[in-house]
């Protein structure tokens, strides 16, 4: 049997391991055969198709395992609760000072206080939301 073939093989058997436990490691060392069956089927020696899956699979390890590593780790992009709230904008209904006043926040009427005491808003003028402490939002 022709050694592309059995590169072939080493890749699919590589797949197995990948979907059992999900570790995208597999699929490096899967393309890397992959490559090493490409390079067999243009007639590469033994030495090269070894060193092409080694050098393919480290490449993918070295480069592109980090990239896969940061995309599992990111947060998801959907805020909920206080962490929502913070950053949106709403209409002050009542003067806002560093004591206290009213705004409209999402439809609904939140206590507020400015942010930096000398700060006043007076109502209808549109405020950012900077922080929610308890049931008082702080704007600018």
Request: aromatic share 6%; with cysteine; hydrophobic share 55%.
């Amino acid at each position: 049997m022709d050694s592309w073939i059995w590169w072939l093989l080493a890749a699919v058997g590589l797949c197995i391991p990948l979907v059992l436990t999900a570790m995208p490691e597999f699929a490096m060392f899967a393309v890397g055969a992959g490559a090493a069956a490409g390079a067999a089927a243009l007639g590469v020696g033994l030495p090269g198709q070894v060193l092409i899956f080694v050098g393919a699979s480290v490449a993918q390890l070295v480069f592109v395992r980090p990239i896969v590593q940061r995309q599992l780790k990111k947060e998801p992009q959907l805020r909920t609760g206080i962490e929502a709230l913070t950053g949106a904008t709403a209409i002050v209904q009542e003067q806002v000072d560093g004591q206290g006043g009213r705004i409209k926040l999402n439809g609904e009427i939140w206590s507020a206080r400015a942010l930096h005491p000398g700060s006043v808003y007076e109502p209808g003028q549109q405020v950012d939301v900077v922080e929610i402490q308890g049931a008082t939002a702080l704007v600018v």
